[in-house]
């Protein structure tokens, strides 16, 4: 196959890249606009295969983005604003990429008749679960900007398959982590904070649960639903890593060497859910299992974080 992936200098998206290149003979077409969490050189260990191009583009810009897409197998549509604090506080932005983006992602991909459409969702549009897991069927409630404009983007990309028959699937991802994570985010925050012997920002109580998934598991559960998963279906990705985010923290702090005289609380942020957790069956069902424990990836994670100041550094301004 030929994939045209969107977002593809952005965490997960690099990552399947890469994950594509090792796994499999697919040619990759990376599509990405370069805002502040992509960049260049998160791609740069794949410069040289032959199955691999870079393309800059904007997912907005309907006639670059056609020019780019034409002649794929499928699309693979990782692209989105993703950071709930920042969506918080101008979310604007958040609306006109994951929305109208999507969107236009969406009628390219049935102009251009391309055979296979995959678009990455987030498990926060089912809101805070008090108990149990959401399934695949369950309303939709988000609580942030970020979270709504994620929900109105899954609901775009299902319309387009019962509207015009576009063979997409959605797929909805608990918390992702790994390498080339943007250090805005928990765990690499957490990690490049006390390797410059920093403290950590802890959120209020710190008892907001979270499931942990990596960022490879991730990207293995995807390339399953775009070669073997249902257009119009939506797959729920978890790890069933629910974690109290103290006890996350505890974790990064032990592989550091460091203790909890470096947490410091913050004021929780507005809308905080309090819980996420989602129901795996139908990914499951594909054949799809986790491959890493929590602790053996958070592990090899906190040490590549180590390794790789070349990358994160200039993010951080450090």
Known sequence: ??????????????????????????????????????????????????????????????????EAM???????????????????????????????GTNVVLDTARNLEIGRVIHIGTDEVYGSVEVGSSTETDPLEPRSPYSASKAGSDLIALSYFSTYDVPVSVTRCTNNFGPYQYPEKAIPLFTTNLLDGKKIPLY??????????????????????LTDGTPGEIYNIGAGNETANRDLVDKVLALVGADDTMIAYVTDRLGHDRRYSVDIAKITALGWTKQRSLDEALEETVNWYRDNRWWWEPLKGS
């Not at 950071?83 to 958040?94: A, E, T």
């Not at 109580?205 to 390339?223: F, K």
């Open 1 to 66: 196959m030929k994939l045209f992936v969107t977002g593809a200098a952005g965490f997960i998206g690099s990552n399947y890249v890469r994950h594509v290149l090792a796994e499999t003979d697919d040619e990759v077409t990376a599509y990405d606009a370069l805002t502040y969490a992509g960049n260049l050189s998160t791609l740069r260990d794949v410069d040289d295969s032959p199955r691999y191009q870079f393309i800059k583009g904007n997912i907005g810009d309907r006639s670059t983005l056609e």
């Open 204 to 225: 209020g109580d710190g008892l907001n649960e979270r499931d942990w998934l990596y960022v490879d598991d991730h990207c293995r559960a995807v390339h399953l639903v």
């Open 70 to 100: 034409a002649g794929h197998d499928a699309v693979v549509h990782f692209a989105a604003e993703s950071h709930v604090d920042r969506s918080i506080i101008g979310p604007d932005d958040f609306v006109h990429t994951n929305c109208f």
